[in-house]
Structures are given as C-alpha cells and as structure tokens.
C-alpha cells in the first residue's frame, strides 16, 4: 500500500473529525438555549418525546451531545427518566441524518465546489461576531465544509486501498459477524462519535474496501459504541444520571441485538424499499437506509414498554440519600385505620426530626465548608415531608374522630418547622465557609459560646429521649434569644470601634440571626412534635392494634 493512500486515510479522518468538532459545537453554541427550552417543553407526551429527540439531533448533529445534556436534564429534575428515554429513543433516529449526508451529498456532489466556500464564509462571519450566535453558526458552517472536504479526501484513500485491501472473507457470520460489530464499536469507542463512525464505514464501503453486508454489521456495532460515551459520563454519577445513560444502552443494545438477528431480512427489506422507492442503490445509500430502518424498527418495539422500562431503573442503582428519603412507615393501607394512620405518621416525622436536627449539629461545625451529608440529608428530608404531607392529606379525605382531626395539621406543622431547619442548616454551612476567622479574641470566644449554646439546645429538643422536658427547650430558646441580644450588641460595638471591619461585622449578625433562627425552628419542631405524638394515647392504639388482628383473623 503506497504511503500517499495510507497519509489520505488519515488525513481525512482527522479533517472529518475537526468538522465534526467545529460543527457540533457551533451549533449548539447557537441554538443552546433553544434546546433548553425543547427539552423541558417538548417531552410531556413520548410522541414528543421521540419528535425532540430527533430534531436536536439533527441540529447539533451528535446524538452523544443530545444524550449527555439528557442526562444533565434528568440529574437537575427539570425532565422525568420517562421524558428522557422518549428523547433518547428520537436521538437514535435523529443520528441518521450523518449517514444520509454523507451517502447523498458526500458521494454525488462535487464537494470541493461547496465545502471551501462554506469553510471560507463560515470563518469570516466567526471572526466577524465571535462570541455572538451569528459567530456560532459561522464555526458550524466553517465545520460542515471541513467535515465534507475530509470525506473527500478519505473517499480518495479508501479508493485506492480497494485495489489492495479486500474483507470480502469476513463475513457478517459466526466469529466474522462478531469482528465486524466489535470493529464499529472500537472504531465508535476511539473517537466518542457515531457520527464519525458511520462517516468511515460508509466512506470505506463507497470505496469497495468493505462489501455491504459486512459494512451493515459495522453499522450495528458503531451504534452500539456509542453507548460508550453515556457510560463514561455518568462514572461516580447520581443514580438519576446512571438511570438515564442504563436507558440509552439498554435501547442501542435491545435494538443492535434484534438487527443482527434479522440482519439478511434488513438487507433485503432496504432493497425492496430502494427499488420501490426509486432511490439509489449505491452501498452508502443502502447503509443509510438501513442504519434508519433498524433505529426507527427499535423505537417502534420499545415505545409500548416505556412506562415499564422507566419503572425498572427506577429501582435501580439506589443510592443511601434515596433509601434514607423513602418513608418507613407511611402505608396507605393504614388510612382506613385513623388510630395507626396518625401512630405512623407520628413514626416518620420522627425521622423528619432526627435529618433535621443531623443537619443543624453539621451546619454548626462547619467552618471548613458545607458539609458532604447536607445536601443529601436535605434532599431526603424534603422527599419525606412531601409524603408527610400527601398522607396527611389522603388521612383528612376520611371521616376522623374530632381529636383526630384538630390534632392533624399539627403534622403539617411540624414538618415545616424541620424543613426550614434544613433550608438554614445549608444556609449557615455556606456563609460559614466565607466568614474569616475573627481576629478579635473575646469576639471569637463570645460568638463560640453562641453556638455551643445553640449545640446543647439541639441535643435537648428530641422528643423522644426518656428526660425530654418541652420547659426546659423553652427556658434554653429564652436564654439563647437573651444571649443573641447581647451577641448582636457586642458586633455592631466592636465594629464601630474597628475591632473588626464593617464587613465583617454584617456578616457575622447575618450568620448568628441565622443561628438563632435555626435554634428558634428546633425548639417549635419538637415541642409540636411532643403534643403531637401525645395526642394518641397508647391505649387506644393498642385497643386500634388488637382489632386490626382480630379482623384480620
């Protein structure tokens, strides 16, 4: 093989991949904010889901970019796991688009004619608007005259190789077909494109390097490579990230399975439909054809499994935060039993409790910075008081006996009162990783005792220690507020007296009303909670206990 073809092949692969480069990122440059809102607007039904999908695709031509910015989508909760397979199903489709370029422009145009025009304009308009979007779509531009002109120059090299290189003994059979699918799917893998992939497969069956049938084999493993890049992603991930890519494989995976399968039927199916249809027959057209085909057949398989697919990773790859956010006792069996309704509701706002007073103790001690257990204490503690809240509700749409009833809201109560213990927890763990420490001695000494004041108030207000006293939270709540007086007095003296800058001085009363707020919400929670679970007499739920088993038995 002369040196002139192999120094082709690898030019033109890595001008394609440059174009592919510049002209994902244009794109998604200039429309990024267009996505954004098709991606929160545009998923309610899988329908549109599907139509996204394949639209965003198109536009930013790189379902690997669609899929990743999925999964940031499902991460931040502004998409459910259901609205983002339903996008994930249109991006397989949507990837199509490369393949069809390629085979209907890149194959029966004379590239050159177009491509240098567009790199040229594309250029002058990114230099002319930079960061502006007209910028964008003149890298975008410059990018798809690249990527046209390295598909030229790789047609070339792959034609000359045809002469010298022949597959034609590696059949899309046994051990063959696993070689093909494994090739496209390294070839996938090493560039994190499918798009790329598919350029080079189809440019090197154009060029008679690889008969079609085994290029159709490639084709099924470079879709499936491109799982790789969701994969990797989503390593050291939220569970809602690793749901989201475990879609996107369990799809490309399902659907490369069943094409390999039925892969001569494909073929013949493609060529039925290209000679009904009037279209070309060439092996890039083809392929196209059938890369479309065996996508657009999985969506179709899998649209009525969805429902059932998004519900079987839900329960997957759980982490603590989510175990710790589901509630223990909450069964809406219980509703029809008040007495054991309120008993268990009582449990839970317990654990409601316990996260929040975790948090205030973190919140306290965290002068190098928020906490790692914040933010999934708080996410755990907001998902138990939306089910509080919501059996609460369900336990209200029954006929209560009037303690019963008058005593319920109090629930509602106490879960706020923990909830904005949670909201201030993080608060004061963020302002503390900004506060300097105080130079001024007795300042320091007198804002500690401050806070060790509050610390021993949170290891008094749990309802459920045998010596909990609701008078003696109360006098501690008393002394605290007492002591944030004269605290609040001391800093704005010492600033004015430049014992600290003035900057300091407001940010140290905005951290200790805070503090003292926080402590204020700990004493209500649990003297609600204490009255709360009072309420129940515990004969009465052992009366409500033995009749449920006698009518069980």
Known sequence: MELAVISSVLGGVGLFLLGMYLMTNGLQLAAGEALKSILETSTRTTLRGVLAGITITSIVQSSSAVTLATIGFVNAGLIKLRQAITVIYGSNIGTTTTAWLVALVGFHLDIKVFALPAIGIGMAMRLLWRDKRYGALGEALAGFGVFFLGIDILKGGFEGMGSTIQFADLSPTGLGLLLLVGSGFII???????????????????????????????????????????????????????????????????????????????????????????LETDAPAVLALFHTLFNVLGVLLLWPFTNQLATFLERRFRSTEEEEAKPRYLDSTLIATPILAFHALGQELDRIAAIGRRMAKAALSAEMGPGLRLGPDHYALKQLVIAAAEFSTAMQKNKLPSGLAEALPNGVRVSRYYNTMAQLAETIAAQSQHQHKISYAPLTEEINHFKHSV???????????????????????????????????????????????????????????????????????????????????????????????????
């Open 188 to 278: 996938t893998f090493v560039m994190q494109s499918s798009s790329a992939a598919m350029a080079i497969i189809l440019t090197a069956a154009g060029g008679g390097v690889i008969l079609l049938p085994a290029a159709a084999a490639m084709v099924i493993g470079a879709n499936i490579g491109t799982t790789t890049t969701a994969l990797i992603s989503v390593i050291g991930a939220t569970p809602n990230a690793k749901r989201a890519a475990a879609a996107h494989v369990a799809f490309n995976l399902i659907t490369g399975c069943i094409a390999l399968l039925i892969l001569p039927v494909m073929l013949g199916l493609v060529s039925i439909i290209q000679t009904d249809m009037g």
């Open 455 to 553: 610390v021993q108030l949170l290891e008094m207000v749990d309802p459920a220690l045998e010596n909990y006293s609701s008078e003696s939270c109360t006098t501690a709540i008393t002394e605290i507020e007492s002591h944030y007086q004269q605290l609040k007095a001391t800093l704005l003296r010492d600033g004015i007296a430049e014992k600290i800058s003035i900057k300091e001085m407001v940010m140290q009363l905005e951290l200790m009303s805070h503090i003292r707020r926080l402590a204020e919400q700990a004493e209500k929670g649990a003297r609600y909670l204490h009255s709360f679970k009072e309420y129940l007499p515990a004969e009465a739920l052992e009366e409500s206990e033995s009749n449920s088993k006698e009518s069980v038995n």
